[in-house]
């Protein structure tokens, strides 16, 4: 099922939160909203699922205009950051729920039920915890037993709000990662809405940036990330240096760096401020003399500058945007 938003926009009062969207997510893609709290990324998952109506434009699915249908006709699947599973119902009859209250001409009969609900189950591993009710599950279960439910109805899009967004970083990567697998085995035109980076570009095909009720950019997450159509982008999308040279203000990420501990040429010079291990690489924050905003750099762990560096000494570097 392909979504075709177009022209979309959306104001509440005098605020404009979306302003003429326009968006094709081809059959099958997973697509991620990306963009800063307030950027109009819900409400966009709002209309598109039929939540919310916009004032003006159109949402098509597979060449079928649906803006005039309610979200019951819609036939789409839902996730949201907070469970909203259901605590007086154990797990099995939580992801069972949609297919019983389906009309009865169209609802399967129990045994095809409990055959589909294992089968779902399976699909997000947890088969194992069809007789728990929702508080013996932990959080991230959780969220995985909402995802098995609102595949129950085959739906032919899933929406997903933050849905890892009240989990621990831990949980959050673990869980990310798996969506993205499930989504290669089972390919439902899913759109995610996520204020996170390294979510967006580690789930998405596609990532669409938003910044104040428009969109900056859409494309792959390489794309975005290695050619961001503006500044906006390139900030959003990871840990940015701004350096004026000569005339010039350069933008270069902590890894595009290299790092002397001898004065080169075309180096500059600056005060190491911090240096953070993390794991493989390590972080240094450079003061610059005359320059407000400090430089991050990041290197292997194993650099030769690295060795026996300490707060305070002086290492010279030279920003190598595109390394
Ligand atoms: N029902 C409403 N009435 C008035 N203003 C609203 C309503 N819903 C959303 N807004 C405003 O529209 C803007 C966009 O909201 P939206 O929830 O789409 O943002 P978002 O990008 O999803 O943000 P977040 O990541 O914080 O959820 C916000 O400034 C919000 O305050």
């Known amino acids: 099922m392909s979504i075709e938003v177009s022209n979309v926009s959306k104001q509440f009062?005098?605020?404009?939160?979306?302003?003429?969207?326009?968006?094709?997510?081809?059959?099958?893609?997973?697509?991620?909203?990306?963009?800063?709290?307030?950027?109009?990324?819900?409400?966009?998952?709002?209309?598109?699922?039929?939540?919310?109506?916009p004032d003006s434009g159109r949402i098509v699915f597979h060449g079928e205009?649906?803006?005039?249908?309610?979200?019951?006709?819609?036939?789409?699947?839902?996730?949201?950051?907070?469970?909203?599973?259901?605590?007086h119902m154990t797990v099995f009859?939580?992801?069972?729920?949609?297919?019983?209250?389906?009309?009865?001409?169209?609802?399967?009969?129990?045994?095809?039920?409990?055959?589909?609900?294992?089968d779902l189950l399976g699909l997000v591993q947890l088969d194992w915890l069809a007789d728990r009710y929702p508080d013996q599950l932990s959080g991230g279960q959780r969220q995985r037993i909402a995802l098995?439910?609102?595949?129950?109805?085959?739906?032919?899009?899933?929406?997903?709000?933050?849905?890892?967004?009240?989990?621990?970083?831990?949980v959050r990567k673990e869980l990310r990662r798996w969506l993205a697998r499930l989504h290669e085995e089972v390919h439902l035109t899913s759109v995610f809405v996520t204020h996170d980076q390294e979510e967006a570009m580690e789930v998405a095909d596609r990532i669409v940036v938003m910044?104040?009720?428009?969109?900056?950019?859409?494309?792959?997450?390489?794309?975005?990330?290695?050619?961001?159509?503006?500044?906006?982008?390139?900030?959003?999308?990871?840990?940015?240096?701004?350096?004026?040279?000569?005339?010039?203000?350069?933008?270069?990420?902590?890894?595009?760096?290299?790092?002397?501990?001898q004065a080169e040429a075309d180096y500059r010079a600056a005060?190491?401020?911090?240096?953070?291990?993390?794991?493989?690489?390590?972080r240094i924050t450079l003061k610059v003399d005359g320059h407000d905003q400090d430089i991050e750099a990041q290197v292997a762990q194993d650099h030769a500058s690295l060795v026996g560096l300490t707060r305070g000494e002086t290492l010279y570097f030279r920003p190598q945007p595109g390394l």
Request: aromatic share 6%; charged share 25%.
């Open 211 to 261: 910044n104040k009720g428009v969109i900056e950019q859409i494309g792959s997450p390489a794309e975005v990330y290695s050619q961001p159509a503006s500044d906006f982008v390139y900030h959003f999308l990871g840990d940015a240096n701004q350096l004026q040279i000569g005339d010039r203000q350069v933008l270069f990420r902590p890894h595009e760096i290299a790092l002397s501990r």
């Open 148 to 170: 098995a439910r609102a595949l129950a109805v085959e739906p032919k899009v899933l929406l997903l709000d933050e849905p890892f967004g009240a989990l621990d970083a831990k």
């Open 93 to 118: 009859d939580n992801v069972a729920f949609g297919l019983r209250m389906k009309p009865r001409r169209e609802r399967p009969n129990e045994t095809v039920i409990k055959q589909k609900v294992h």
């Open 65 to 87: 205009d649906v803006s005039g249908r309610d979200v019951r006709d819609r036939n789409v699947g839902f996730v949201f950051q907070h469970y909203a599973l259901f605590r």
């Open 13 to 53: 009062n005098q605020f404009k939160a979306l302003n003429e969207i326009n968006l094709n997510i081809a059959s099958g893609e997973l697509v991620a909203l990306l963009g800063p709290s307030g950027c109009g990324k819900t409400t966009l998952l709002r209309i598109i699922a039929g939540l919310e109506t």
């Open 271 to 282: 005060h190491v401020h911090a240096i953070r291990p993390l794991g493989a690489v390590t």
